[in-house]
């Protein structure tokens, strides 16, 4: 008896899984990590799949509206995958809520959850500090990563050569005084950073506020935890016995674990 065309373009593997969707799932990571625009044959070339596989991938995947095919017979993420980014986002806010109130409480400062998306930084959870003075950030606001806490402590992470290639050679804008603007500069800073575990922004995004953020480890995607507030109740924070990064960092590993388990 014939086999189905089911049980030959998507057979399940040793791991339970349905290979077709692993293999759907790994064309659209490549091309998120190309850039969101790859041809076939870059396709071919960075996921080892068979050029056959990957045109019928990619057929099922622009009819369903998560790829689509420009002008010059390229390949980009579609725009049903905005959707789903934005509920994904939210909904990794909400998980993170917790720890982000904790995190708040013990510091008595505005508490941010922020991931690396596309090369810039995403603003996924908030908890707004109770003083009157106090910092905020829309959630869902897109920032570039070169003038916030939270944006060098996840450029820091990256490969040196995928770090540069976020920044490009060029000047940075400047968004006050402070603001480093020569990428070599800030990838020279990134060895520090990598050390000390933490990144600083010194009113380099707002003249008189100080951020402070640390990576979240074992998150399902760059994620990175940030205490942000007045500069000098956040150097007060940072003066303080038993140190707030040492604080910052517990929270943001039971916040790993929590996100990295959550169904």
Known sequence: MAASPASIDAPA???????????????????????????????????????PTIHRLVRTLVQQGYVRQDTARRYT???????????????????ARPYLAELMEAT?????????????????????????MRMFTEVGRRVQPHCTAV?????????????????????LP?????????????LAQ????????????????????RCIAVLVPGAPTPTALSIS??????QALEARSGGLIPQMREIAVRLGQALGTAD
């Open 190 to 209: 990134f060895d520090a950073v990598r050390a000390g575990g933490y990144a600083v922004d010194d009113q380099e995004q707002e003249i008189g506020v």
């Open 13 to 51: 593997d040793r791991s339970g899984g349905v290979q077709s969707v692993e293999r759907a799932f790994q064309l659209l990571e490549v091309l998120a990590d190309s850039g969101g625009v790859s041809t076939l044959s870059d396709l071919a070339a960075a996921s080892g799949l068979p050029m």
């Open 108 to 132: 008595g400062e505005t508490a941010n959850l922020a991931v690396l998306e596309a090369g810039e930084v995403v603003y996924v959870g908030q908890v707004p500090s109770r003083h009157s």
């Open 174 to 186: 400047a968004h006050t005084e402070h603001t480093v603007t020569d990428p070599a500069r800030l």
């Open 151 to 171: 944006g060098k402590i996840l450029l820091a992470q990256l490969p040196r050569e995928e770090a540069a290639g976020v920044l490009g050679s060029a000047a």
């Open 77 to 95: 993420l579609g725009p049903r995958l905005i959707r789903l980014g934005e509920t994904a986002g939210r909904l990794l806010g909400s998980w």
């Open 229 to 234: 507030g007045p500069e000098a109740r956040v």
